[in-house]
């Protein structure tokens, strides 16, 4: 019997949403409009009613949430080295200089005690990356924040649906930054949102977000600062808001996927599992690292040859040439490189059936014995 291939993420987006889009295309009104006003009031229901402002990317979520904290050059931001490379970039873009520090084998995320030894008086943020959506440790991170008076950028680009002591991810904490790229848990093919704190000015993050304009009700216009161009579009949001429906389910089914997972891949193989954590991750991604030896790339082609797509998230960054140039070497962060270097991306994704589960564990034995 042949299958159908199957990828290691897909989008679920239903007919209603569909339809939708296409009353939102024949209306006359295509970009940021009041799709774009009812998504952010979804949103911000979900986060405990704080504020939140969609943006055209994550990216573009981080980088203005950077703007807003006021770094710049002369500044140092903390991150891991094992996040998509948008985390790092947009402290380049901003003009400071991103620290890097090695993340914990275990859960993957970035060292608490490695972000607390590299804090200096140059350090104005940190930026933690909750990677697959396993929850980095808010309540430590947020009293290291505060001994050290430091901002809180929160890359939950991949966390959408996770929680922390039993509060959703985006509802408590300083800026939270979540990505609606197609491959996220919630899409809208590509966005993202900002939860703002309440510190913050949410007009001044509205005018960073488009080219720093500021109307006035008599009609006339201001530009006080300089902006970008990262708004979303109703044709985006229209997709989100019907997503939004879904994310409680979509989170269950991911978190039986992943047990089913944890049930039905044989400790023989060797595979080092990620935390079995139901209750906080949203199982955005279920990541194995491979044993010692394994050759990824052939590994990746076999299971291809067996109609399943495996993903690899991320190679650690700094060993990308741009971190290189900025002094960064290979064994700085040896359990980030370990990693990067060994992690393989399984399918996983709401729609999954309990049988592919299954169809990829044997296929995961069968590749790994014929390329041994
Ligand atoms: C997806 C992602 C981003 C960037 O989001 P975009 O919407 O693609 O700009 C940033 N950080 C992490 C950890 C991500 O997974």
């Not at 299971?303 to 060993?319: N, S």
Request: charged share 20%; proline share 6%; net charge negative.
């Amino acid at each position: 019997m042949t299958f159908p291939f199957l990828p290691f993420t897909r989008p679920a987006i239903d007919e209603e949403t569909i339809a939708e889009v296409a009353n939102v295309l024949r209306s006359g009104w295509i970009t940021s409009g009041p799709k774009v006003l009812a998504f952010e009031t979804a949103l911000s229901e979900h986060c405990g009613g704080r504020p939140v402002r969609v943006f055209n990317s994550g990216t573009a979520t981080l980088e203005v949430a950077l703007r807003l904290a006021k770094v710049g050059a002369g500044d140092t931001v903390i991150t891991t080295p094992l996040t998509w490379v948008a985390t790092a970039n947009v402290i380049l873009e901003v003009g400071a200089t991103p620290i890097l520090v090695d993340v914990d084998p275990v859960t993957r995320n970035i060292d608490l005690d490695a972000l607390e030894a590299a804090i200096t008086p140059q350090t104005k943020a940190v930026i933690p990356v909750d990677l697959a959506g396993l929850p980095v440790d808010r309540d430590r991170l947020y009293a290291i924040a505060g001994k050290h008076n430091l901002r809180v950028i929160e890359d939950a680009a991949q966390s959408l649906g996770a929680s922390w002591n039993g509060r959703p991810i985006g509802s408590t904490g300083d800026f939270v930054s979540f990505s609606f790229h197609a491959n996220k848990n919630l899409t809208t093919s590509e966005g993202g949102a900002l939860v703002l704190p309440a510190d913050i000015d949410p007009g001044l993050c509205e005018r960073l977000r488009l080219q720093g304009v500021r109307r006035f009700p008599d009609g006339g216009m201001d530009v006080d600062v300089l902006g970008g161009k990262f708004n979303l579009t109703d044709i985006a949001a229209t997709i989100g808001l019907g997503q939004m429906k879904h994310l409680a389910a979509f989170t269950a089914r991911r978190r039986e996927l992943a047990r089913r997972y944890f049930d039905r891949l044989d400790p023989a193989l060797g595979l080092e599992l990620p935390v079995a954590d139901f209750t906080n991750c949203n199982w955005h991604m279920f990541q194995v690292l491979l044993p010692v030896g394994t050759h990824r790339g052939k590994l990746v082609a076999a299971m291809k040859e067996q109609g399943i797509g495996v993903g690899v998230h991320y190679p650690a960054l700094h060993l990308f040439s741009l971190y290189r140039a900025q002094g960064f070497r290979q064994g700085d962060f040896p359990h980030a490189e370990r990693i990067g270097a060994t992690t393989v991306t399984l399918p996983l994704f709401p729609s999954m059936k309990d049988s592919d589960v299954d169809r990829v564990c044997a296929a995961l034995a069968a590749s790994l014995s014929e390329i041994a």
